[in-house]
């Protein structure tokens, strides 16, 4: 059974720096697209951008600027980076997978981390 | 505000056909498949409906979609109380060169 796993702090402070990393287990990240979407407070879902397992990238156009999404295959594991962060990056953020003929069919999900921008 | 245009809430007694709807454009759900995520509060979103109208294995009958022109359909025949959840459309959107969700509809089962 194919589980996805986030993990990384749960409180950023404004300016800073958001590291989330997503442990893939029970299969392989070869062959996938592997996916960050977020969904802010009482509002939908939002795409951060996706990874292929060759490490090409795709980022939300509204997000580009700060996003960085990284792969290492040796760990399964896929990362994501968001900088200068302010209180309207604070969501629930998914790490997702899917499969290589279309990234928006997502087979599989991790069960979301809360990530809390604060002073 | 989405690109993909969904009510924000829907309602039905168990039983009863309930529809959602998903507006795009030309850039999006006219060139593109849309598909369709159940999101329960607290769990991770479920794959319900690909490529239009087809359903993962596991998904009950009761989930259809479908597609006409620039706009997507679900309908869920035979609602219970445990398709109460948020109900999302995505697609791929040319123009932004980026995948959408909807907005997203909150289901109510009265």
């Known amino acids: 059974q194919v589980q996805l796993q986030e993990s990384g702090p749960g409180l950023v402070r404004p300016s800073e720096t958001l590291s989330l990393t997503c442990t893939v287990s029970g299969g392989s990240i070869s062959g996938y697209y592997l996916s960050w979407i977020r969904q802010p407070p009482g509002k939908g879902l939002e795409w951060i951008g996706y990874?292929?397992?060759?490490?090409?990238?795709h980022y939300n156009p509204s997000l580009k600027s700060r996003v960085t999404i990284s792969v290492d295959t040796s760990r399964n594991q896929f990362s994501l980076e968001l900088t200068s962060v302010t209180a309207a990056d604070t969501a629930i953020y998914y790490c997702a997978r899917s499969p290589s003929w279309a990234v928006i069919e997502i087979d599989y999900w991790g069960q979301g981390t809360l990530v809390t921008v604060s002073s | 505000q989405s690109v993909l245009t969904q009510p924000p809430s829907a309602s039905g007694t168990p039983g009863q056909r309930v529809t959602i709807s998903c507006s795009g454009s030309s850039s999006s759900i006219g060139t593109n498949t849309v598909k369709w995520y159940q999101h329960l509060p607290g769990t991770a979103p479920k794959l319900l409906i690909y490529?239009?109208?087809q359903r993962p294995s596991g998904v009950p009958d009761r989930f259809s979609g479908s597609k006409s022109g620039t706009s997507a359909s679900l309908a869920i025949n035979g609602l219970q109380s445990e398709d109460e959840a948020d109900y999302y459309c995505a697609t791929w959107h040319d123009s932004l060169n980026a995948p959408v969700f909807g907005g997203g509809t909150k289901l109510t089962v009265l």
């Open positions: 990874i292929h397992y060759s490490g090409r990238t």
């Open positions: 490529n239009n109208n």
